[in-house]
């Protein structure tokens, strides 16, 4: 648009590619939008023109010139048409694009090289575009720009818009491979599928027939290929590529390069570049669209091959069509990894049971090692009681030998190469024993590298980071490594352990309260159940919803009480809402801490930190004051920046509840500031209205225990000193005694004061109450 030389740009892609999008989006670009007019069908009998700014078409058809099967617009006559009776001015400069001109042969060189040479003379210039561009010398004022594939990041963002679906990467990857990275032929291909192999919960290889897009896209290079080139192409195949980490296309072929006379020794470099190219050779050659079983598929494995396949790629709405038949050790692990991966209860469950042989006792190996071959027989030994020990926890949620447990965990460390499904397991295992340290040693491992490794593996590995980063107060690298997962395998948001980690990241986060505390539908184990309770009531506590975070980590605690995040973690959390919602301690919290923590869970030293702010709040359940260095001890240096705010979140409610407002607001401010450096800022929300509540001029609900605020329910629904009374089984004159108590700690004279109060300023625990 800016050079002097009287250049036409041609620009070449097969069809699909976005020739006419690029070009406009260009244009746009440049600014020059309102000068361009675009000519349509410009090699057929009825060709139109209009302005791409708007404007009615006005039809070419009188200017055609037919020369035997081709045809050809007088380029004089459509430069007068142009310039007269579409052009926003007959006096303005503008750019004429020629759309739709298929293959640019010799002549429709010549022309356009005419058609170039006329505009320039009258201030237009030419940009054409080709589905096709033979070899040979072009003129030397004509230039080629040829269309690559899209990259992967682009064709996906093609595919969102056009589907309003979430696709697996690596359903991208191979909608990507066999469209040469063509958008419109990816999303034919795509537009073919189901939205569970878009997501990737079914197996999706190869397409089984080429769309119209891809017959209409691939017409002219099957139309330069002889019948000995066309055979050689039918019988070929695309080479496999690994769907885990995929890359470029193998061969980044240039969609201009001719057709014509290539070479037998390029045939194949020619077919991995445009796979759908040797279907429809053979389409052509045996009058058939079926493309046949892909040599990747689970199928061309036998069906001793299918479920590990299916496993391996987390197609797990493929099991229910599947026979029992073929079950291996290998798929035996494959099935009990998955089950534990993703919460259900596969015990009790048709499609997962048929392919269990849980007889055999070398299932366990591959449960944990890739190839279990060089294993000492302690390892293979302690994995095979780990695996039980696991599976009876699913069940129960209870861990009846956690020092065996522990033992049995280091011993799996003998075997070299671990399984990432495993490895996700034996992270759990080290993190509900309190070993954050021993979680993260596991994947910190350097030589775990992503290539060879299935889908299966790699969600397992994002899974067991994410609950590392929840345990640790991270929520930042909960969310990216449940947001990578979930590109893997979109329908992995459906799992119960990912919407619990999400809902409590949100909260943590965002502030965000979770959207509901039903648990979805499915088969889930108990000890799936359990964590999401934990999760959504840790989301509860960091919005400030006591009495809601109190019923659901009691649940917790009770359905698992051996969850990811440590059992000094989960009954802290279950304690300090416990306290904050009712005032007291009360017989249920007290029996839920019992047994107690042992010291081998509390090594790490945020474990111990949680421990510790829990014996705070049980001996500060009274009205003695309890200092701030039972809180924040200072013999633990390990302490993260999260758990200190935890700390300081739980003291100063402690000294709110006690109407020490000076104590209070310095813990309280001190923790909002920690809560922001420790990348939770979600907390805030609990914190501010913690640091708004009972202030000088407002009413000390809080000072009130949970008994005389049952007495201020009953007297604010209307109730008589005699009704509470007979509720209560007291007298109506400790009914009487007991308010005017209440009226001297509230500041307030009698009854209809303490509705006023309650009306213009409510305490928390009574709106929640309501």
């Known amino acids: 648009m800016t050079g002097l030389d009287p250049t036409t740009l041609v620009v070449t892609g097969l069809s699909g590619t976005g020739k006419t999008v690029t070009v406009l989006a260009a244009l746009d670009r440049a600014g020059v939008r309102d000068s361009v007019v675009r000519i349509v069908r410009a090699c057929s009998p009825k060709p139109y023109a209009q302005r791409v700014a708007g404007g009615p078409r006005v039809d070419l058809s009188g200017l055609v010139m037919s020369t035997g099967q081709d045809h050809e617009l007088d380029a004089a006559g459509l430069l007068d048409v142009v310039t007269a009776d579409i052009a926003a001015s007959p006096a303005a400069d503008g750019v004429l694009f020629i759309d739709d001109l298929e293959v640019l042969s010799p002549r429709r060189s010549a022309w356009l090289q005419q058609l170039g040479d006329l505009a320039y003379e009258r201030g237009w210039r030419v940009i054409a575009a080709a589905r096709h561009v033979p070899g040979g010398v072009l003129p030397d004022d004509v230039e080629v720009l040829a269309l690559g594939p899209l990259d992967e990041s682009a064709l996906r963002q093609v595919l969102d818009t056009a589907l309003e679906l979430p696709v697996a990467i690596d359903v991208a990857s191979r909608l990507r491979w066999w469209s040469a990275g063509n958008p419109r032929l990816a999303t034919e291909l795509a537009e073919g599928l189901t939205a569970a192999q878009l997501r990737g919960d079914r197996e999706w290889t190869a397409p089984e027939q080429v769309g119209p897009a891809g017959r209409r896209a691939y017409q002219v290079l099957l139309d330069g290929l002889d019948a000995t080139e066309t055979s050689t192409l039918a019988e070929l195949w695309a080479d496999p590529w690994d769907p885990v980490a995929p890359g470029v296309m193998p061969h980044t072929e240039d969609t201009s390069s001719s057709a014509y006379d290539l070479p037998p020794d390029r045939m194949r470099q020619l077919a991995t570049t445009h796979p759908l190219l040797p279907r429809l050779c053979r389409e052509q050659l045996r009058g058939s669209s079926r493309a046949g079983v892909p040599a990747g598929s689970p199928e061309a494995a036998g069906p001793a091959g299918m479920v590990e396949a299916i496993l391996d790629g987390l197609h797990l709405e493929d099991l229910a069509d599947l026979p029992a038949a073929g079950v291996t050790p290998r798929a035996t692990a494959g099935v009990v990894g998955v089950a534990l991966l993703t919460g259900t209860s596969w015990v009790h469950a048709d499609t997962g049971a048929r392919f269990l042989n849980m007889i055999d006792p070398a299932w366990t190996d591959h449960l944990w090692w890739r190839d279990p071959t060089d294993v000492p027989e302690a390892a293979r030994s302690a994995g095979a009681r780990v695996a039980a020990e696991l599976i009876y926890l699913e069940t129960t949620g209870r861990l009846d030998d956690p020092a065996c447990f522990r033992a049995d965990l280091d011993a799996l460390a003998l075997g070299p190469d671990p399984h990432w499904v495993g490895l996700c397991i034996r992270v759990r295992g080290h993190l509900l024993l309190g070993d954050a340290v021993g979680g993260r040693k596991l994947l910190e491992d350097p030589s775990a590298k992503l290539t060879g490794r299935t889908i299966a593996e790699v969600v397992a590995r994002d899974l067991a980071a994410a609950r590392l980063a929840m345990t640790e107060g991270r929520p930042a690298g909960v969310r990216a490594h449940l947001m990578h997962a979930t590109e893997l395998r979109p329908g992995i948001e459906h799992w119960l352990p990912v919407r619990g980690m999400h809902a409590a990241a949100s909260a943590m986060l965002d502030g965000r309260v979770p959207a509901s505390d039903l648990i979805p539908t499915g088969a889930w184990s108990t000890r799936a159940l359990g964590e999401f309770a934990l999760d959504l009531g840790a989301a509860r506590l960091a919005v400030g919803h006591i009495m809601t975070a ?191 108590q209440i009226y001297a700690l509230l500041g307030v004279r009698d009854r209809r004061d303490l509705v006023v109060h309650a009306e213009t300023d409510p305490p928390g625990w009574l709106k929640e109450h309501a």
């Open 550 to 740: 109190a019923e659901l980590l009691t649940i917790g605690v009770e359905r698992c009480a051996w969850p990811y995040r440590g059992r000094a973690q989960a009954r802290a959390d279950m304690v300090e809402a416990a306290v904050a919602a009712e005032g007291a301690t009360g017989a249920r919290a007290l029996r839920l801490i019992d047994p107690p923590v042992t010291p081998e869970e509390r090594v790490d030293g945020n474990a111990a930190a949680a421990h510790l702010r829990m014996q705070a709040i049980l001996r500060g359940s009274d009205r003695d004051p309890v200092s701030a260095d039972d809180w924040l001890p200072t013999s633990v240096l390990s302490v993260s920046p999260w758990h200190r705010m935890r700390s300081l979140v739980a003291y100063g409610r402690h000294c709110l509840a006690r109407n020490d407002r000076r104590a209070s607001a310095r813990a309280l401010r001190e923790a909002r500031s920690l809560a922001s450096l420790a990348g939770a800022p979600g907390w805030c929300v609990s914190i501010d209205a913690l640091l708004v509540a009972d202030a000088p001029a407002r009413v000390g609900w809080n000072r009130l225990n949970e008994e005389e605020r049952g007495f201020v329910r009953l007297a604010l629904q209307g109730w008589t000193n005699a009704q509470i009374a007979a509720s209560v089984y007291v007298s109506v004159r400790t009914v009487a005694n007991r308010l005017r």
